[in-house]
């Protein structure tokens, strides 16, 4: 069996009256993620560690952000067509290892239903899906609640 990780990272910009989607759950906040897409870090930061894995290009490869068919999309669909890329490979998502870094909303309420979303898409078991959340103590930009960051560290696998 052939294994190979990769990492990813994330960063959006936190603006008032706008959807807050995590792990592809809308999270009911003030403020949420100013992108091209729905702005979903989790999953933008999945997506490019499975693409780092796969020894593939990053998500601004696939997904343009000067795209039109990209603007405002669900980042689910994202996913699913990075989990389309690497099938074509043979390639198959192993485990998802993810961190959240935000002041708030607090998310914990909301970790199982993005394990779970996350999990049906990749096609693994939710055990294989940790996340993780924290705080940057009140420093930066994430502190001041100016903006959201995410890690993502993937292995994947082919016989």
């Not at 990813?8 to 995590?22: E, P």
């Not at 759950?25 to 560690?49: F, N, R, T, W, Y």
């Not at 603007?71 to 389309?84: A, M, N, V």
Request: with cysteine; aromatic share 6%.
């Amino acid at each position: 069996m052939k294994i190979r990780v990769g990492f990813g990272y994330d960063v959006h910009q936190l603006q008032v009256g706008r959807d807050f989607w995590l792990g592809g759950v809308l999270i009911p906040h003030e403020k949420g993620a100013l992108g091209h897409s729905d702005a979903d870090v989790l999953l933008h930061a999945i997506c490019d560690a499975i693409l780092g894995a796969a020894g593939k290009r990053d998500i601004g490869t696939y997904f343009p952000d000067t795209s039109d068919e990209f603007k405002g999309i669900d980042s689910k669909i994202l996913l699913e067509r990075t989990i389309s890329i690497i099938h074509e490979d043979g390639w198959k998502i192993g485990n998802i290892d993810a961190t959240l870094c935000l002041e708030k909303p607090k998310i914990k309420p909301h970790v199982p239903a993005m394990i779970e979303t996350i999990a049906r898409i990749c096609s693994i078991d939710q055990l294989d899906v940790s996340i993780k959340a924290t705080t940057e103590e009140r420093m930066g930009y994430v502190g001041r609640e100016e903006g959201v960051n995410a890690y993502a560290v993937v292995l994947i696998q082919k016989d």
